[in-house]
């Protein structure tokens, strides 16, 4: 942290906001990317830029956040290739919908495969390497691990809350995000980070990553309060992300 001594107000909350699961619909903070449909459908959209779904406007490559509420699912994607879209979901992280259901899958290297999501996450196995692709142990796994951060913008008060979701290859950024605020004397919506895209590469290509800084706590206790009641909300009621099948585009 840049600042290591916390406002008072702070204090009485740490260890709040780092996880949670649950069913509110939010907009999203999407990082476009070369396949993103903002890019054919607006003139001022550009690759590596975050965009706010709710306004359809772009927010810049660099953003200061506070992580207002984090919880995390898994999700069976149905392959791009296949028409893609969602074949069932894990939104506690352990109860796949729809449970003991079999779905046959043609992959992009043309083969069939049949995937089953028992009743549990653990059950299915679909979260182990090599049950994308069985005769191949080496695939990933079937289903994806997805973070969602609800964030809002302390330089941008104005802008409504907005939800990243990390997966695939941001799953590491993801995790080392979580495991810093873990350790901070503060609760995760009383601390700012400085959210930048960066391009990365994968056997598929190049494409934009995340990268988090952690820059200092909030100051701004009228802010820090109403970040506090969201907490208190997302905790209550749940987060149901918006446009969630839109994600597997990310």
Known sequence: MAKTRLPAFLQDHAGLGSLGVGDVEMPRLKLLQASSPELTEFNH???????HSLIDEPIGSTVRICPIYIDWRFILWRPREAGGGIL???DDGKHWAPADSEFTVKLKSGDEVKWRT?????AS?????????????NSPPAATRMYSIVCSFPDRQDLPPAVVTLQRTA????????????????????VILEM???KDKSPSGEFYNYAFEIFGPVEDKAFY???????????????????????QED
């Not at 028992?118 to 653990?122: K, L």
């Open 45 to 51: 959209a550009k690759q590596g830029e975050f965009w």
């Open 88 to 90: 069932a979901r894990a």
């Open 118 to 122: 028992a009743r549990t996450v653990a």
């Open 125 to 137: 196995g679909l979260t182990k390497r090599g049950s994308y692709n069985p005769s191949d142990p």
């Open 171 to 190: 799953i590491k950024v993801a995790t080392k995000l979580i495991d810093q605020l873990k350790v901070l004397r503060a609760p995760s919506f009383g």
């Open 196 to 198: 930048a895209s960066f």
């Open 225 to 247: 309060e109403e970040n506090f009641a969201q907490y208190r909300f997302f905790i209550e009621q749940g987060l149901k992300v918006k446009d969630l099948e839109g994600a």
